[in-house]
């Protein structure tokens, strides 16, 4: 690197602003390049002492005057640098306006003001606002704002911005319109859109009886596609005032739909800009994973509103207190739609895949992360998903009743603020009387802890006992950590099967949730559990719910895990222990395979599955179809301390192909029965219907490949919905032949026009597995759709190759890594965000075998030479060298 290395910013440097800005007057002027005027309410901060500096956040802007209180300063009155401008002193308060040229038409990276397509939007979380206008770019700097938008009538006939449109007018082929904000928000929230965009209205009633308006807007010709969308929205505010009491606070909800977008969707006060592929479905072309996702994304901005938006962050690192609290409102009220304890089994699944490596890796950081070089890098599974866990852990302590209530009280509290993650846990102490002092370690401890449990029967004295220990593994900078508060949901069945009501002696305390379940609160690095008057040896289920998101080494032998799959009252407990066993036969195959063996499995393996099959008519087909889901690769991966990826994908294939043959004909039988009876639907019914039956092609594949053939040229020809269209796809993805290659032509066909649909059959080919396939990625991406400036394309080739292709990704000769680190410099150009995000599929090289451990290396060692790295790129390939 020629240029000084990025440093990084810690938490406990925070101070309070010396300056607040109170209020924004802006004036957005769009035509070949865009000038931005803002007018600043500048107030001193009375808390900080005076005479202090103003310094103003604003990069790649060209500054064209600016004036203090109506008086132009001149070049000695203050100082500009790339990242922002100083005036050196201030009087308390004041006015400040700023005139700015900035170029959104060559903005690649997707933040500030940028072009997707043919129309302009804004980024402006984390860090975006300051590349619109100087600007104190920090959420503890609350502001009211105007906006006036100006531009060409014909190309941008729609102008957006948060609030109410107050005032609008049109002269020539120009015009303007103002918007106005009332509530006092941080600029990262801010939205502006200008473009012809169609738009689709309804209106949703509040409980008090309001009318609020729904506005999505979308390309034109995709009107109809909004409808699930829209629902959802309504079903989300309706969930948000049942639950939470929550009504919605403005008159409009708008929706713009952004087909180049960083992420998945942006809460903007009033102004959603979502990814398009979180609005836009309809039958034929969505999946139902894609109206799940809607409904999901959908919620999740819309219950931003309260948590996040009208409480906000004081500063960065308190990232989580909105996403986890948002994500946990959100993954409730998903799981009140329909799919229940099946939700929960998939969001531990992803937790798995992709948390617990991160927890593991030179990137692992606590939930409230304590420095940061780019911000943009912790928008994680961390700081998302576990962070969700931990409030998860907080509601199982509380009680829904409690916990409820408490972040009720929270709300009312610090309505319009910018707080802290402890303000939340202090509040949820206080309102509910729990003492949460050792579970703050949640959020300041990295890494995932370890419980190890051992069992012990004494049939004399007739005493069932269990030992369990906890242990957190170090993490980058952190070392010797302390024991933890963990939530730990268990129950007893007796050698029938049936639940034991329950009797236990521990120091530790216990919490009964029913007479046969307990919650039991491990504090100690140490923890006994004394259950007297057992008869005979009890078999326990742990871990229920996943009531915390740790690593459990079972005290079961295979045995015991057959009798829970079969009896274990708790779905999840049961998913688990099934999974549990599917691991450790993947493990033996594994070791087997590394040693020159060829793996074997136990006959009772493929009797417990091919019983869970013989059950496919049952009514919880989702939950059976997480059953008879292997344990993916990544996760077999991550139980080992050196990667042997053929080894790995070896192991999966031979369990996949060992169950395929127990199960058998039978596997058949049920494709058959699992066929469609009627129209499409998107019930929790239908939806565990189609899962099961994918379920079941994935082993047909392996069973039968030239029946499965022609199930899959038969169900792509009927197909009256994606989901079956796209299970045929998929199922015979690996298999190379006349059929796959004549069914993937046709569907390119069908669908080159729409890029969402695309992005599956992108998809399904990077992660295809064959020997050319880095040949077939340079021709994906030679493709008429594909553009290395749309994010969703890049995913849908490279991001999707990274993470679900690992016999691609790890050839031996290392030309998967080098493609891997080929294009990450290459969209570093472009996005920083985006080749940060690819390139983190090299980080854990360490966990390697010797080969690729070099050869991974080899390969961050040239991105971190190539010099001139975004700060997200050099962020993490530093810290993955460090
Ligand atoms: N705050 C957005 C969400 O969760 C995510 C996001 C972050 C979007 C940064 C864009 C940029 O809901
Ligand atoms: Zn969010």
Not at 587 to 615: I, K, M, Y
Not at 783 to 800: D, T
Request: hydrophobic share 40%; proline share 5%.
């Amino acid at each position: 690197m020629t240029a000084a290395a990025p440093q990084p910013k810690y938490r406990k440097d925070y101070t309070a602003p010396d300056y607040f800005i109170r209020h924004i007057d802006m004036t957005v002027d769009i035509g070949e390049t865009t000038e931005v005027e803002a007018l600043l309410d500048i107030e001193r901060n009375p808390d900080r002492p005076s005479g202090q500096p103003l310094q103003l956040d604003g990069e790649n802007m060209k500054l064209l005057s600016i004036e203090l209180d109506g008086k132009f300063l001149t070049e000695a009155d203050f100082e500009v640098h790339a990242k922002g401008l100083n005036i050196p002193s201030l009087p308390d308060r004041c006015q400040l306006r700023t005139r700015v040229v900035i170029d959104p038409h060559n903005n690649t990276a997707l933040e500030g003001l940028y072009r997707s397509g043919d129309i302009l939007c804004t980024q402006c979380e984390a860090e975006g606002f300051r590349h619109i206008t100087y600007y104190l770019d920090r959420p503890d700097v609350m502001a009211s704002f105007r906006t006036t938008i100006k531009a060409d009538r014909s190309t941008y006939p729609v102008l957006l911005s948060n609030g109410n449109p107050i005032a609008e007018d049109a002269e020539g082929d120009r015009h303007w319109i103002t918007w106005d904000d009332p509530h006092p928000k941080p600029c990262y929230l801010f939205a502006l859109v200008a473009g012809d965009l169609a738009r689709v209205e309804d209106t949703y009633t509040t409980a008090s009886g309001r009318d609020v308006a729904l506005r999505f807007y979308v390309d034109h010709g995709n009107e109809s596609r909004c409808t699930h969308a829209m629902q959802s929205l309504k079903a989300a505010m309706a969930w948000d005032e049942r639950v939470y009491g929550l009504e919605y606070d403005l008159d409009v909800y708008m929706v713009v739909a952004v087909s180049a977008f960083n992420m998945g969707a942006m809460e903007n006060k009033g102004l959603n800009l979502f990814n398009d592929r979180f609005v836009l479905a309809d039958d034929t072309s969505a999946t139902d994973e894609d109206y799940i996702h809607i409904e999901d994304v959908i919620g999740h901005e819309y219950f931003h509103n309260y948590t996040g938006n009208r409480v906000t962050l004081r500063d960065w690192f308190q990232l989580s207190l909105k996403e986890s609290l948002t994500v946990f409102r959100e993954q409730s009220f998903s799981a009140d739609q329909g799919l229940g304890a099946v939700k929960r089994i998939g969001e531990v699944r992803q937790l798995r895949r992709v948390q617990f490596p991160e927890d593991a890796s030179p990137m692992a950081h606590p939930v409230r992360p304590e420095s940061y070089i780019e911000m943009n890098n912790f928008y994680t599974p961390t700081v998302y998903e576990k962070g969700a866990q931990v409030i998860g852990m907080m509601h199982t302590i509380l009680g829904d009743a409690a916990f409820v209530h408490a972040v009720q009280e929270y709300l009312e509290k610090f309505d319009g603020q910018a707080v802290t993650i402890e303000d939340f846990v202090a509040t949820l102490e206080q309102s509910s009387g729990q003492d949460l002092q050792q579970f703050r370690l949640w959020y300041s401890q990295a890494g995932t802890p370890r419980l190890t449990v051992t069992e012990h029967y004494d049939a004399d004295a007739q005493v069932y006992e269990l030992v369990i220990k906890q242990h957190v593994p170090d993490t980058p900078g952190q070392k010797n950590k302390q024991p933890m508060h963990i939530p730990l949901v268990l129950g007893l069945l007796d050698d029938s099967g049936q639940p034991v009501s329950l009797d236990i002696e521990t120091a530790a305390e216990v919490t009964p949730q029913s007479p046969t379940q307990a919650l039991v609160h491990l504090r100690e690095t140490e923890t006994t559990l004394r259950f007297p008057n057992r008869p005979s040896r009890p078999v326990v289920s742990l871990l229920r719910g996943f009531s915390a998101p740790v690593k459990l080494d079972l005290p079961h032998d295979k045995s015991d895990l057959h009798f829970l799959v079969r009896h274990d009252v708790d779905p999840f407990s049961r998913w688990d222990a099934g999974q549990t066993l599917l691991l450790r036969a993947a493990l033996e195959a594994e070791q087997a395979l590394r040693a020159g063996n060829a793996p074997a499995f136990d006959e009772a393996l493929g009797e417990t599955f091919s019983a869970l099959l013989e059950t496919a008519g049952s009514d919880d087909q989702a939950l059976l179809a997480e059953m008879l889901a292997l344990p993916g690769e990544t996760y077999i991966a991550e139980q080992l301390d050196v990667v042997d990826p053929d080894a790995v994908v070896g192991a999966y294939q031979a369990l996949r192909q060992y169950l395929a043959g127990a199960m058998g004909e039978h596997l058949k039988a049920a494709y058959e029965a699992l066929r469609p009876g009627g129209a499409y639907r998107i019930d929790a019914g239908s939806i565990g219907r189609r899962r099961l039956q994918r379920q079941v092609m994935d082993y047909l594949a392996a069973y039968d490949p030239d029946a499965l053939a022609g199930y899959c040229w038969q169900q792509y020809d009927k197909a009256d919905n994606m989901t079956d269209t796209i299970g045929a796809l998929a199922a015979i993805n690996d298999l190379p032949g006349d059929t796959r290659e004549q069914l993937f032509a046709d569907f390119e066909q069908r669908w080159r026009e729409n890029h969402l649909v695309m992005d599956k059959w992108l998809r399904l080919q990077s992660t295809a597995r064959r020997d050319d396939i880095l040949e077939r990625l340079e021709q994906l991406m030679q493709h008429p759709i594909f553009s290395l400036r749309n994010p969703n394309r890049v995913r849908a080739v490279i991001g999707a190759f990274t993470v679900d292709n690992m016999p691609g990704l790890h050839r031996i000769d290392g030309s998967g890594y080098r493609f891997v680190a080929d294009y990450t410099l290459k969209i570093d150009q472009l996005n920083g965000q985006l080749s940060a995000r690819l390139v983190s599929c090299l980080t854990r090289w360490r966990r390697y075998e010797p080969q690729r451990r070099q050869l991974m290396r080899a390969e961050l060692e040239r991105i971190q030479q190539a010099g001139n790295l975004s700060s997200n790129l050099y962020e993490i390939v530093s810290k993955s060298l460090a």
